[in-house]
């Protein structure tokens, strides 16, 4: 299946680009398809994950045709 992926703010940067398209079995998670997005990195711990623009888990299932948005975690004072 297909799915959407895309990095913001910091990841961005870590990644090199804002987001990519990526080919995935037809069982994943949102932790899946980080590792297939970033060339088998490991998800950090702390990333916010939103699948179609709603926060989950990084244990979501996703499904074809989904977006997987990545965030690094907000901060501030």
């Not at 961005?12 to 297939?36: H, Y």
């Not at 948005?69 to 501030?76: K, R, S």
Request: charged share 20%; aromatic share 8%.
């Amino acid at each position: 299946m297909r799915v959407t992926v895309k990095f913001f703010a910091s990841l961005r940067e870590q990644m090199g680009c804002d987001g990519a398209t990526v080919e995935i079995g037809e069982v994943a998670t949102a932790a899946d398809v980080w590792l297939q997005a970033s060339g088998g990195k490991a998800l950090p711990t702390n990333v916010l994950v939103a699948i179609n623009m709603e926060y989950t888990d990084q244990n979501h299932l996703v499904k074809s045709d989904d977006e997987v948005a990545f965030f690094p975690p907000v901060t501030g004072g």
